[in-house]
């Protein structure tokens, strides 16, 4: 069965401190890591897909990064802007073939 | 931005109603899904189709049934509502059938049931 794990759950930062999320998982055959930004009461917004063992990418002050047994999303000097829930998912062949498995994401707030 | 739209957006309807959400994409993807989440709970599957004439239940059981007679379109029906249907449901769809693209998702539709 496919996991995925986000940690930590809840992270607190100030405006400008640097920090980031990590999200483990366990699947048989990748197919691809997707990490999105969720706001209260609104449908997730995709950030970025990986597929590769050391593939990275980068989109203002975030920055995803991919190992063959977790994923890291950096966030470098965030604004109060950047407050909301981050969600990692998954998608991988075998019986899981096409599905996408969701970490129970990761609440960020950003203090001015 | 993504172009997939659900309606409505909120809705509050008494036990034992028939209701039908609504969820439409233009971008002509084949996969579509339909996920459940609770307040400060994950996304689970309930419901995902490969493209026109095929549905699938997801991971979480669920009394809902879908239907994909076309393309473009993927309602989710609930024949009888109780208060433990009471949940938001995000309508995705993603290129890919075979799940290697990303997935955009609409906006949600909150439903409560009293």
């Known amino acids: 069965e496919d996991q995925v794990t986000q940690s930590p759950e809840a992270l607190r930062l100030q405006e400008g401190e640097s920090s980031s999320l990590n999200c483990s998982y366990t699947v048989s055959g990748l197919r691809g890591l997707f990490w999105y930004r969720q706001d209260p009461g609104k449908g997730p917004e995709f950030l970025f897909t990986l597929y590769s063992a050391g593939e990275e990418k980068e989109k203002e002050r975030l920055k995803a990064t991919l190992t063959k047994k977790e994923s890291f999303l950096h966030i470098t000097a965030p604004k109060p802007e950047d407050s909301a829930t981050y969600l990692c998912a998954v998608s991988a062949g075998g019986t899981s073939y096409g599905k996408l498995t969701f970490g129970q994401g990761t609440i960020l707030t950003v203090h001015p | 931005e993504a172009d997939i739209y659900q309606t409505p957006r909120y809705l509050v309807i008494g036990t034992g109603k028939k209701i039908t959400l609504e969820c439409s994409q233009t971008?002509?993807?084949?996969?579509m899904y339909w996920y459940q989440q609770d307040p400060g709970m994950e996304l689970h599957l309930i419901h995902y189709?490969?493209?026109?004439?095929?549905?699938e239940k997801g991971d979480l059981s669920s009394e809902s049934t879908v239907s994909r007679i076309r393309t473009e379109h993927f309602p989710l029906t609930l024949e009888s509502a109780r208060p433990s249907h009471t949940s938001q449901y995000l309508c995705?769809?993603?290129?890919?059938?075979?799940?290697?693209?990303?997935?955009?998702f609409g906006q949600g539709t909150r439903l409560t049931v009293v």
């Open positions: 971008m002509g993807h084949d996969k």
């Open positions: 189709s490969y493209g026109v004439n095929s549905t």
């Open positions: 995705a769809s993603s290129k890919s059938p075979d799940g290697g693209t990303e997935a955009f």
